[in-house]
């Protein structure tokens, strides 16, 4: 989605960033780990696949997507070193525009458990509330994924279907005016930035897209 390819959302632990071809080597690497895939219900794919994947989110008008990055540690590294996950919003429903399916994935280990995947997934979903008119979330999870889905149920988000065939959870959460309200106090230290400002200072991330 190219409508946030020059957004950066700033919070207390993550930094969110859009996703460029400069990031596929370390994604790549990522998805290389069965659990990983297990966990995404993902297909292995080739370094060239993955840059292809890349391109097409980058241009698909219904996938929005976000790396995410350790907000201590940039500005300042390479982005690459400081990637922790990624964070997605699929727009799959032609004919509810208003509904958005989340994804989150925190793919470094030593990153889980500390709140990071908790603070992305508010900041996504805030954005996706104020900036791209989603009213409804839904969140489709391996059943074994017990941290997951405990975490969006203490983000509201109420279980509506197991699919026993895909050993998956379907959670929604429709945004109330309540619901807004509190979203949006939790996520209002978050600040959005320029993409190119931010990372133009450090030199780094000077890969062609």
């Not at 699929?90 to 908790?118: C, H, Q, V, W």
């Amino acid at each position: 989605m190219k409508i946030n390819q020059d957004t950066v959302l700033r919070g207390r632990s993550v930094m969110l960033v859009p996703y460029t071809a400069a990031h596929v080597p370390r994604y790549h690497e990522w998805m290389q780990s069965e659990e990983l895939q297990r966990l995404t219900a993902s297909e292995p794919l080739s370094l060239e696949q993955e840059y292809e994947m890349q391109r097409s989110w980058r241009e698909d008008t219904d996938k929005c997507t976000f790396i995410v990055l350790d907000a201590a540690q940039w500005p300042g590294q390479a982005e690459e070193s400081c990637m922790v996950g990624d964070v997605n919003l699929f727009l799959t429903n032609s004919e509810d525009p208003t509904l958005g399916e989340l994804e989150i994935m925190i793919a470094e280990p030593s990153y889980r458990g500390r709140g990071f995947g908790k603070e992305a997934t508010l900041m996504m979903m805030s954005y996706g509330v104020r900036t791209l008119g989603i009213t409804k979330f839904e969140a489709k999870i391996g059943q074994e994924n017990e941290a997951s889905i405990c975490m969006f149920k203490k983000l509201h988000f109420e279980e509506v279907a197991v699919n026993s065939v895909f050993q998956e959870v379907t959670l929604r959460l429709d945004v109330s005016d309540q619901q807004r309200q509190w979203l949006l106090e939790q996520t209002n230290h978050v600040e959005e930035k320029s993409y190119t400002e931010l990372k133009q200072p450090a030199g780094v991330l000077e890969t062609s897209q």
